[in-house]
Nanobody
Framework: EVQLQASGGGLVQAGGSLRLSCTAS????????IGWFRQAPGRQREGVSC????????HYADSVKGRFTISRDDAKNTVYLQMNSLKPEDTAVYYC?????????????????WGQGTLVTVSS
């Protein structure tokens, strides 16, 4: 059974940092692309970042470029999203997802497997 566990969310002041983790099980981790998505209240889910399988290609939404960094540790079956210089508009529930798909910034419909989400709240 494929399982994804997202963690690391919390409350932080604007300008602060958080590191989200997505720990996976139930599949061959290094075969899959991992994507991070977020959904703010009243808004559509949006792609934030992704990292591909073997060659570690990464992509970022324009809104987070230069502030967020995605990385993966295949030995720990974990993908990280380091979020720096956080802004109130980054407030959302963050989800990780996985599938054998190309890495790109999308709405996420191509991903079959999703974690439960972790809440990030950035206060002004």
């Amino acid at each position: 059974e494929v399982q994804l566990q997202a963690s690391g969310g919390g409350l932080v002041q604007a300008g602060g940092s958080l590191r989200l983790s997505c720990t996976a099980s139930g599949f061959t981790f290094d075969d899959n692309t991992i994507g991070w998505f977020r959904q703010a209240p009243g808004r559509q889910r949006e792609g934030v970042s992704c990292i591909s399988s073997s060659n570690g290609v990464t992509h970022y939404a324009d809104s987070v470029k230069g502030r967020f960094t995605i990385s993966r540790d295949d030995a720990k079956n974990t993908v990280y999203l380091q979020m720096n210089s956080l802004k109130p508009e980054d407030t959302a529930v963050y989800y990780c997802a996985t599938d054998i798909v190309p890495c790109g910034i999308t709405w996420g419909h191509e991903y079959l497997y999703w974690g439960q989400g972790t809440l990030v709240t950035v206060s002004s």
